[in-house]
Antibody, heavy 123, light 107 residues
Framework: QVQLQQSGPRLVRPSQTLSLTCDIS??????????WNWIRQSPSRGLEWLGR?????????DYAVSVKSRIAIKPDTSKNQFSLQLKSVTPEDTAVYYC?????????????WGQGILVTVSS | DIQMTQSPSSLSASVGDRVTITCRAS??????LNWYQQKPGNAPKLLIY???RLQSGVPSRFSGSGSGTDFTLTISSLQPEDFATYYC?????????FGGGTKVDIK
């Protein structure tokens, strides 16, 4: 059974960097068909996919245009985890952040989710 | 970008009712359409993937249909544990958007 355990600060000051980590058990961050995603949810923006990382003979990332200039998603194979960094945050980045697995073909769906962390951007 | 529109945004129903939720894509997405259920305080849970395939462990009263731009999620006989918010999501093309959600509450 796949489990995703998220960690990171719940309060971030405006203009600072939001950093979250997702520990994976029951699967490998380097898996050939899987992608590892970050999704956030807020009352104003609903469920918003932010980006993903995946390994297909080399590491790749895809990001949502809305955050592309501020985001980095990175794998850590030594710890079997992946991370999210979102720079220059504003109160609009306040949301519940989830790390999520997509197993790839034939599902192409988000089948395992982390517990979610409410991150508040406030001074 | 493809936009996903759900209707209705909320509905009230009774235990035993048949419930149908609609999701429309702004352009064709083949059958790359998934449905999720979310209860307050919890992460979304995958119910149906690829339009009509039931995720393991999901009761058979849930079903999905459609293709192209129009899709439906049907609950054949609503149970007390089904009161929740439901979201559609397309995985045909980036940026993998979700619909706005349909909240199902008790009449």
């Amino acid at each position: 059974q796949v489990q995703l355990q998220q960690s990171g600060p719940r309060l971030v000051r405006p203009s600072q960097t939001l950093s979250l980590t997702c520990d994976i058990s029951g699967d490998s961050v380097s898996g050939n068909s899987v992608t590892w995603n970050w999704i956030r949810q807020s009352p104003s923006r609903g469920l918003e996919w932010l980006g993903r990382t995946y390994y297909r003979s080399k590491w790749s990332t895809d990001y949502a245009v809305s955050v592309k200039s501020r985001i980095a998603i990175k794998p850590d194979t030594s710890k079997n985890q992946f991370s999210l960094q979102l720079k220059s945050v504003t109160p609009e980045d306040t949301a519940v952040y989830y790390c999520v697995r997509d197993p790839g073909s034939p599902k192409w769906a988000f089948d395992f989710w982390g517990q979610g962390i409410l991150v508040t951007v406030s001074s | 970008d493809i936009q996903m529109t759900q209707s209705p945004s909320s509905l009230s129903a009774s235990v035993g009712d048949r419930v149908t939720i609609t999701c429309r894509a702004s352009q064709g997405i083949s059958t790359y359409l998934n449905w999720y259920q979310q209860k307050p305080g919890n992460a979304p849970k995958l119910l149906i993937y690829a339009t009509s395939r039931l995720q393991s462990g999901v009761p058979s009263r849930f079903s999905g249909s459609g293709s192209g731009t129009d899709f439906t999620l049907t609950i054949s006989s609503l149970q007390p544990e089904d009161f929740a918010t439901y979201y559609c999501q397309q995985t045909y093309s980036m940026p993998l958007p979700f619909g706005g959600g349909t909240k199902v509450d008790i009449k």
